[in-house]
């Protein structure tokens, strides 16, 4: 499918990619460039890649499609140093988390003979680095691609041919209204996760036992997201700062009137609030995005 | 092991206690005790029960052990009710997942020359009714005994011995130890998947739809556990006040401080937050209490 790739970043997601483009013979040479020397010589032991360099500059040359997989606050600076070492008509992409922020930091450098076609695999687990990927991540999982309105189609086309497969359905939209949908569906989500564990974190140290062996009861479903790499989610706050903030405006809301009719002890608030939430799981299951059968534990 | 089980409601634990008890042969004959005449007629159909009442003070005679399977809300009112018919030396336990406030309500009615045993099996499903029991839902699963000061050793035993032979590991403590901790592992987890969940119902329609669309991206997770019966957990919140609204008030100061972090582009504040929480995982996946490899997906 392609001559040449050239993964930029070798955590779960570019090693994944690399795996997925082995399993699936999509390209005839796969790069690797990583400022981490470790990870390059990983990679080449693993046999992830043909070559490794931990210069992007040169690691981009030749290559026909460039997936940028670092955390989304350093694309803005490969795409600075990429630029004059691409080749012409080459397909530039990311699996970065946010796309707002992503485009406004690299579409200025990138030179107008390639095309540069962000996406976000919505695909991900807790663990991380160049030994955790596997191409089973892509599987069944949607893929978002945020063209820009001058985009040519046929580079979106590839683009979408090439994660449909590594196993993605594909979904187009615009970059800011990707932006606000993942803001609930999975920004809000791991900042809410991040602090409950981080408060139950703080709790004085015989409490905090207990509260791993009980972890069953509810508080083990946030200790999965938290435990998400630190790096990336950094980014992605800092940069879809407006969609979370507006969305963590109306869950604090949201708390404070359940907060309230606890300490009023309005047992009909809280009934009807805990009604409602039942259907939109049934759309889950329905829709079926519901991964796992568990039973919840209360 | 007993004569005589009487099971007061029967919604998900009480059938799967009657599952329990048939699969493993913990008691020659058991009654049910509800209030709904359908739940009566199926737990009949199902073979769940010998006897099937709406009466709970005539569900209770002559029975050796009697389990109120309510939401706690209700148990204060059950247990005046059977005071006068239960059988001299019978143990009375419960499954609420509040303690203190069971006490409070139960203990003042019943006679001296009962055993009351309150306890916790951690173990539940998002699912309901006498038809959704099954035997292996407390499998491997935690059941906490919050005894009275007062309360004599043989029929902790005996209850100890009953839950064991159900598959529970069990943990003897305080009732008002056991609130606290519930309330960081399990309630406010509820409150906030509920907050969560319900922010996401109110957003308009065409996002709502894409919010289903990529749930596995975080939201999920969140959904599962808000699909829990709305009756048992009113009751959890009203009767669990102080630890909730104590807990709750620890999580809000921090995540006001990370709303402020991803306001003022606080990314070293971000990234210290986000790495303290991995440990918590890592004993958790340790402590054997990480049920499902299934990976997260960003």
Known sequence: ????????????????I???????????????ADTNQL????????????????????GVQGSDLVILCTPVGAMG??????????????????VGSVKKAVIRDMQPHLPSN?????????AGAETSGPDSGFADLFKDRWCIL??????????IEKLTKFWEACGCNIEIMGAEHHDLVLGITSHLPHLIAYTIVGTATDLEDDIKSEVVKFSASGFRDFTRIAASDPVMWRDVFLNNKESVLEMLQRFTEDLTALQRAIRKQDGDYLYQSFEKTRNIRK??????QAEYATPAED
């Open 114 to 122: 390639i095309h540069f076609v962000p996406a976000h695999p919505i």
């Open 77 to 94: 600076d490969i795409a600075k140093e990429i630029a004059d070492h691409l080749e012409e008509g080459a397909i530039v992409s990311d």
């Open 1 to 16: 499918m392609f001559k040449q790739v050239t993964i930029v970043g070798f955590g779960l997601l570019g090693s994944s």
């Open 283 to 288: 759309e889950i299951v329905e829709a079926g």
């Open 18 to 32: 690399a795996h997925a483009i082995k399993n699936n013979s999509l390209a005839q040479k796969v790069i690797c």
């Open 146 to 155: 945020t063209p820009l309105e001058h985009t040519e189609l046929r580079p």
């Open 39 to 58: 990870h390059c010589d990983k990679v080449l032991e693993l046999g992830l890649a043909h070559e490794a360099t931990t210069s992007v500059a040169a």
